[in-house]
């Protein structure tokens, strides 16, 4: 089984790939030192298996494992990590593979026979039950095999696209699959919907206006909507949207 290796700590990455090669049954076929990086190789290398430590500056495991699952056949997990009780309790609680750091070899062949592909659901529970931060940093558009990672920093708005979502931001437009309810949600405290079909980011919003028929629409701060695509605020919102521009 092909084993993709991702910590940040070189030490860490040859234990694990030292402890690997005595096993017939594993290939290490690539290592990573960051979660993007891990992404990027995972889609070009398709592992059986992910090796991810939970905690690494940027992209962690968490999050990482949760892009992983947009490949076409995302790998299995496991999870490593320093003594973390609430972590490790979280991991136990719902089965999920996973080894102490230092790695022992016992330990990893067992954790290894209960790698298994995690749920974006189970892994929100993980990351909260973690004390880790549950919302993503990033949104994750797959295009021809390769998945391109979008910080969320750089979304100006989501809007509905027929099944799909659209990410206006600031590289550009990309389709994803999450639902505009599921992304207001794990973004609620920088997002505000403007209406049933957009939700935009509270820092991006220059100011609201009037269109010449009067409706109230927003205007970003750096001009970029799209003239042909006003984001029109239904009146159902309006008072939600005034109120969060007011920082309430």
């Known amino acids: 089984m092909k084993v993709l290796i991702v910590d940040d700590e070189k030490p860490a990455r040859d234990r694990l790939r030292q402890l690997l090669e005595e096993f017939d049954e594993y290939e290490v076929v690539a290592e990573a030192g960051n979660g993007e990086e891990a992404v990027r190789l995972a889609a070009e290398t398709n592992p059986d298996i992910a090796l991810l430590d939970i905690r690494m500056p940027g992209l962690d495991g968490i999050e990482a494992a949760h892009h992983l699952n947009k490949l076409d056949s995302p790998p299995a997990i496991v999870f490593a990590t320093a003594y973390d009780e609430y972590a490790i309790d979280a991991f ?74 659209c990410v206006h931001h600031a590289g550009g437009q990309d389709l994803i699959d999450d639902s505009l309810k599921s992304l207001e949600e794990e973004f609620a405290e920088d997002f505000v919907r403007i209406h049933r079909g957009a939700v935009v980011a509270v820092d991006k919003i220059d100011r609201l206006a009037k269109t010449t028929d009067g409706k109230h629409h927003v205007v970003l701060r750096d001009g970029s909507q799209d003239p042909e695509n006003e984001l029109i605020i239904s009146r159902r919102h309006l008072a939600d949207v005034r109120r969060r521009l007011k920082g309430g």
């Not at 929100?124 to 931060?133: C, F, G, L, P, Q």
């Not at 100006?156 to 979502?165: C, E, I, L, N, P």
Request: net charge positive; with cysteine.
């Open 92 to 165: 136990d609680a719902r089965a999920i593979g996973y080894v102490l750091k230092p790695v022992r070899r016992e330990r990893l062949a067992s954790a290894l026979q209960q790698a298994a592909r995690l749920a974006a659901g189970t892994l929100t529970e993980v990351a909260a039950a973690s004390r880790m931060e549950s919302r993503r940093k990033h949104v994750c558009s797959t295009s021809h095999g390769q998945l391109k990672l979008i910080p969320i920093r750089d979304v100006r708005y989501f809007q509905a696209d027929q099944k799909y979502v």
